[in-house]
């Protein structure tokens, strides 16, 4: 994927939402670790949860908006001093001007992820990120969409 020609794409003032995954934290990387890219006239955020707890009291304990740069995947190995991270792909891209589908993920992901009901819990299992990228294509109706086998945890309690 060319980061590059992505961010110039981005850029061009319509609705874009990428699902970007890259292989899970060592030595379970044969999973896949999701998150959303929303941007919209070159404002760019990044939602995910991550078993990393934050401080954040709104979002909950392990939901994260921008808690890593947008094209970049999360750490390999933890805990290491240095953070070697993963490469990112490209899952699926919508995008489109007002309402597009596109615009609708959009204000879903930034007005709505605060309400994911398990932004507070996190296991290996599931609830974690697998979980919450399902919520979010399983919540708008227009979609049926669901994650490959190995986003383990996708369908925790749904």
């Given at each position: 994927?060319?980061?590059?020609?992505?961010?110039?794409?981005?850029?061009?003032?319509?609705?874009?939402?990428?699902?970007?995954?890259?292989?899970?934290?060592?030595?379970?990387?044969?999973?896949?670790h999701?998150?959303?890219?929303?941007?919209?006239?070159?404002?760019?955020?990044?939602?995910?949860?991550?078993?990393?707890?934050?401080?954040?009291?709104?979002?909950?304990?392990?939901?994260?908006?921008?808690?890593?740069?947008?094209?970049?995947?999360?750490?390999?190995?933890?805990?290491l001093r240095?953070?070697?991270?993963?490469?990112?792909?490209?899952?699926?891209?919508?995008k489109?001007?007002?309402?597009?589908?596109?615009?609708?993920?959009?204000?879903?992901?930034?007005?709505?992820?605060?309400?994911?009901?398990?932004?507070d819990?996190?296991?290996?299992?599931?609830?974690?990120?697998?979980?919450?990228?399902?919520?979010v294509l399983?919540?708008?109706?227009?979609?049926?969409?669901?994650?490959?086998?190995?986003?383990?945890?996708?369908?925790?309690?749904?």
């Amino acid at each position: 994927m060319n980061i590059k020609k992505l961010k110039k794409e981005i850029a061009d003032g319509q609705y874009h939402v990428l699902l970007m995954t890259c292989p899970a934290t060592l030595p379970v990387s044969f999973a896949i670790h999701p998150w959303f890219v929303c941007a919209k006239g070159g404002r760019i955020s990044r939602w995910e949860v991550r078993f990393e707890r934050n401080n954040d009291s709104v979002l909950g304990k392990h939901l994260y908006k921008d808690g890593l740069p947008p094209f970049s995947g999360i750490e390999m190995v933890l805990p290491l001093r240095k953070k070697l991270l993963w490469g990112a792909d490209l899952f699926m891209h919508f995008k489109g001007g007002r309402g597009s589908m596109a615009q609708e993920m959009y204000d879903f992901i930034n007005g709505n992820s605060g309400q994911y009901p398990y932004r507070d819990q996190y296991s290996l299992f599931g609830p974690n990120s697998n979980t919450y990228a399902q919520w979010v294509l399983d919540s708008l109706d227009i979609l049926d969409i669901k994650l490959p086998w190995n986003c383990i945890g996708k369908s925790y309690h749904q």
